[in-house]
Nanobody, 114 residues
Framework: QVQLVESGGGVVQAGGSLRLSCAAS????????MGWFRQAPGKEREFLCW?????YCADSVQGRFTASRDNAKDTVHLQMSSLKPEDTAVYYC??????????WGQGTQVTVSS
């Protein structure tokens, strides 16, 4: 099993920046890739960024969001800049294992005020 804990969420003004972190524990040696999703009220969960053998982000956040992974600390970060009110959502960390199991964190709330 893998456990994921997100941190770094909060309230930020439009145009500001925020850095989210996700710490993995448990059988972290099985993890092959980690990434970020978000879910706004009344909307489906949306893919943001992924980091595995390579790193990429969805076109919708490209240029504003970047993901990075610290393998030594089993942590993945999401650096967000130029935040907009529509970025308000619960942000979730996700990890895939080499046995094709998917794990989710509990989520962290990000609120962007206008």
């Amino acid at each position: 099993q893998v456990q994921l804990v997100e941190s770094g969420g909060g309230v930020v003004q439009a145009g500001g920046s925020l850095r989210l972190s996700c710490a993995a524990s448990g059988r972290t040696f099985t993890i092959t890739a980690m990434g970020w999703f978000r879910q706004a009220p009344g909307k489906e969960r949306e893919f943001l960024c992924w980091t595995g053998s390579s790193t990429y982000c969805a076109d919708s956040v490209q240029g504003r969001f970047t993901a990075s992974r610290d393998n030594a600390k089993d942590t993945v970060h999401l650096q967000m800049s130029s935040l907009k009110p529509e970025d308000t959502a619960v942000y979730y960390c996700n990890a895939w294992s080499r046995t094709l199991r998917s794990y989710w964190g509990q989520g962290t709330q990000v609120t962007v005020s206008s």
